[in-house]
């Protein structure tokens, strides 16, 4: 059965990869939709697959293709597979409903049936590395993956900042998918086998750490963890926003998906594995939250925002490995339970959130949300559905955001009482800051739902902005619905998947804050004076108001620049030139204050000129003359005489 | 017959003559010479071969002899000299990473350690004196003298010369140590002829192209000083 949904699956989504490819020469809409219906047709499968298989199932293996007896493309849905299949389908089937539009709206012409292209061949590389069975098929995908989505992101690759985006995610990416294959042959070189099978060994053999480390590292840099984050704040303004909500959404979600999988299947882990991935989670929430209040493009910050909910996902996870090596297995399962569940919700709102930014940006033609302001009452819509991403993002009860993000509270304040002194001070700094965490996220999204839609519109494209057309508005509905739905009904999914978890009953919560507020408007409603009174605004005695004169998302976030000053470093440019030598007479001259990017500028910059360095050294050896070629054969000739004459 | 003493002599003297001819050509500036001396060194090669065929009797060598004979000594040296008279360059004195001094010491402290190399590969066994021990030390030593030259000088028509003599080598290597199958060698003869011939079309095409192009430059006036002639 379930195979008989899956090969299907693949087989529609393969399609709607090549069909796009092969018909690039037509520059028609229907293209464009018969391959967008495909990942609808697809997701759709895959959504009934996978539910199958979370309620009911039995994990399924299957092999496909064997070309070598060491080597198959098999695959393997088991219930953790299916979870991160329900991620990828459910927002690939809304991101291609919206895509439908959207693509008609954006500029490329035949280049247009290529996005398509891509964007399904990205899907099904992902699904493909979900259900692999073996290291081998997911690196495989995960290569195909890395490489399909370096061609969305350079969808607009004349634009300058793209090309500088698509150069940061490359690299990235082959780093990350370098010290993956890393992992799996050191893995490989261990067990002898390219299954996902428990390691006999012990964890603390030193090849085995190595092995693991190489992972950590690869799908941290894929999961933009800081510091490895950098790709992620300049991929996603640069490519469409149905992409971002791909990559930040659910492209994420599979580097989560691969760190748990190797630390169920294959690693014993130790404790102090669980510490790092605990730090680097914590130390990414926390920092991506403040870069976020710090950036006003409004998909730069929604990138620093998966940032940080990456970095809450691995906040449980770590916790999930520290209780696993300290014999709690109830307190692991929860937390892990809590990184699941968060992983899927920020699927939801997150590429809730990137949709309805697209549609921002493109009623406004900016990305700047300075620029933006007044939109709720343009694009009614659009703006209720940004505020139930915001609402379940800050993760306010009842919204799905608050469940998972409550579940990952819970694991930490119940291990407080049971595990060492030593750890209960981590254990309780990391807290702290994850509670920062929540509240700065809070500020952030109530400065950007503030800024985009409330107040007037401070730009005249945002105010001749208009609601998008009702397609666009289908598929961030069905993910608003399902922020919804998980939030309330939290306690409900996971009965009905089997779990027991200590959470509030959300449903009669949401009853009862739905009740109130009724009971609220209708007092309201029968008490208050029906007297209309029509006056501006007080504006500190101006005649006229003007958009220039609001509140502005810098000026929001101003109080808490001041306070965490400390990490917003900034660098001073004073550059002048004067007419005189002995530098008297001032000509002229530029001053500057501007965001230091510490880690760009501190970390990536020196290794990339340590690797240039290095590089031109060894491209000297290689200076196109045939001479110098010969005397390296010649050279190494007599190596080899010299070896077999003493050494052999 | 002859005595086989006496045939090993004349073995050993024509190894004197062909590591002379390997210098000659290592170290010479003298283009014209450099092609009558490898027709020589060829020539011994024959000799050698010949007074083998009289030690051993083995057919192979004697087709060897005659093969090397037809090609080396006469057929690429006339191809040689052809290209030569064409291309009007006499001398040679531009090198690259090696003076003809120093390699001639390379190749003296290379004869050396490929002779102590080889000899403690075939320490305690018969043929440690015998003259296929001196055959195959030479055979390596004249292919990386050949090597040499091909990266010491900076004329395609040496470098040619010296692949030429790096054949010889592995000739030699061959006639002494493996019994090389005749067909292998019959063919890597015919690749030779191939490669000579093909550097006679391109150096007398480039050669006729290069002049065409001298002769654009000096009208537009954008070569001032007058072809060089080496």
Known sequence: MIVELFIPAIIVLLAGTIFPILTASLDRRSVRTISLSCTIVGSILLVSLSLLILLYGEPVYFTLFQPLPAFSLSFVIDRL???????????????????????????????????????????????????????????????????????????????????????YYFVMTQLSSLFILLGIIILYLTTGSFDFLPLTTTASAPLITVAFLALFLGFSIKAGIIPFHKWLPYAHPASPSPVSALMSG??????????????????????????????????????????????????????????????????????????????LPLLATLSLLGALFHSLNHAMFKSLLFLTAGSVVSATRTRNIEHMGGLAPRMPVTSALFFIGAVSIIALPPLNGFASELLIFISFISSVSVVDPLFKILLFICLSLFALTS?????????????????????????????????????????????????????????????????????????????????????????????????????????SQQASAEYSGHGFSEPLDIIFSAIYRTRTINERIFFDQKNCIFKEGTGEIRLLKVFEEYLYRPIAQQSLKVAEGVSRFQNGCLDTYLLYVFVTVIALIIFLGWFA | MIETAIVVG???????????????????????????????????????????????????????????????????????????????????????YLSPTSSLLISMALMMVIYMALARIVEGTPVRESLFFFGAVLGISLMLMGMMVTFSRKRAITKVLGFLSMENGVLLFGMFVTELPFIIEFLIIIDLIILVILTTILSVGIDSTLEDYHKRLHRFHLLIEPEEVS
């Open chain 1, 439 to 543: 509240a700065l996220s809070a500020a952030c999204f109530v400065k950007a739902f503030g800024s985009i839609f409330l107040a007037l519109p401070r730009s005249p494209e945002s105010a001749a902005a208009k609601e998008v057309p009702l397609t666009m508005l289908i598929g961030p509905g069905i993910l608003a619905a399902a922020c919804i739905l998980l939030g309330v009904c939290a306690l409900q999914i996971f009965a009905t998947v089997g779990f027991t978890v200590p959470l509030p009953d959300m449903l009669l919560v949401s009853l009862l804050l739905l009740g109130m507020s009724v009971l609220t408007y209708v007092v309201l409603y029968f008490t208050a004076s029906r007297e209309v009174r029509v006056s501006e605004t007080w504006g500190c005695g101006t005649l």
């Open chain 1, 81 to 167: 597979a299916a979870f991160f299949l329900l991620i990828i389908a459910v927002v690939s089937s809304c991101v291609a409903l919206y895509f439908t539009e959207y693509i008609e709206h954006i500029a490329g012409s035949n280049r247009r049936n290529l996005l398509c292209g891509c964007t399904n061949l990205f899907i099904l590389a992902m699904v493909l590395v979900v259900a692999s069975a073996n290291t081998i098929s997911f690196f495989l995908f995960w290569e195909v993956m890395a490489a399909s989505s370096f061609f969305l992101v350079m969808y607009e690759y004349s634009q300058q900042n793209t090309a500088k985006a698509g150069i």
């Open chain 2, 10 to 96: 004349i073995i050993r003297i024509l190894f004197v003559g062909i590591i002379i001819t390997a210098a000659y050509i290592i170290s010479t500036r003298n283009l014209l010479s450099v092609v009558s001396v490898y027709a020589l060194q060829s020539l011994t090669l024959v000799c050698i071969a010949l007074a083998l065929y009289s030690l051993e009797g083995s057919i192979v060598l004697l087709a060897i002899a005659v093969v090397t004979f037809i090609s080396k000594v006469i057929i690429i040296p006339y191809f040689i000299a052809t290209i030569q008279e064409k291309i009007r360059i006499k001398r040679d004195i531009e090198f690259h």
């Open chain 1, 250 to 327: 659910v492209m994420l979600k599979i580097a989560v998906y691969g760190l748990v999988r190797f630390l169920l299947d294959v690693f014993t882990p130790d404790l102090w594995w669980g510490v790092l991935i605990l730090a680097a989670g914590t130390a990414s929430a926390v920092l991506g939250v403040i870069y976020a209040l710090k950036e006003h493009d409004v998909k730069g910050m929604l990138a620093y925002s998966s940032i940080e909910n990456i970095g809450i996902i691995f906040t449980g996870i770590g916790l999930s490995v520290i209780f696993t090596a300290s014999n």
